[in-house]
């Protein structure tokens, strides 16, 4: 595992799309798998700017999204689809027909798990995989909970993820309280993940599953036990981990 340290979100965004675009120029039909949420906004515009650059290309990659929230249909401009369109796919030379997320509007949670199961073992697994950590240490919205999930699944969200997600919604009553979510062993499938993670509310968290004990009660901790993972971090976020481990612990 390799932590790199910048001084902002912006800084740590580009350093992040660096390391993003070098997957797509040596495989430029790389299977992507992308995150949503406020961490990985600033790495989706640089990414933007590079294709506008003439620096990367989209256009033979394939796209599999971690979640979704259940109950919002793909134009709802809360929905994990919206999201992407508005920050990367609509900026970029991706073919739409090669971007996939669960359906929020399934009604059959099962065959909807068991379709985007199907869907993810025809690629193979992904090249990259992209995650963000919440506060109570979810990637995609696998919960804390007794055991690691395996492949994808419909998830009762926490109460804290629910009021940490109210700040995208006109209040917390209109925020979706389940999510279709890969699996914790679909993300551990991934040749590479990329972690990012930004703001003060993030670094005990980010310290906890980087360092902590291997537990399902803190479902990033897993990421410990991946081959090949990177960290892109701002000074807050790395705040606990430098102040814990020497500053010897990130890479400046």
Known sequence: MKIFYSKTKEEAGKKAAGSFAA???SKPDAVLGLATGSSPEPMYLSLA???NAGEVSFAKARSVNLDEYVGLSADHDQSYAYFMRKHLFDKVD?????????NGLATDYAAECARYDALFDSFGGTDLQ???IGLNGHIGFNEPADEFTKGT???KL?????KANSRFFASESDVPTMAFSMGIGQIMRAKKIILL???????DILETALFGK?????PASILQFAADVEVYADEDALSVIIEKHGKDAVIY
């Open 23 to 25: 997957v797509l120029k």
């Open 197 to 203: 993670a930004n703001g003060k509310a993030k670094a």
């Open 153 to 155: 699944n419909a998830v």
């Open 214 to 218: 291997v537990t399902p009660s803190v």
């Open 49 to 51: 700017e590079m294709y």
């Open 130 to 132: 992209i995650l963000g």
């Open 94 to 102: 991706i073919d739409l027909a090669n971007t996939n997320l669960p």
């Open 158 to 162: 926490t109460e804290s993820t629910v």
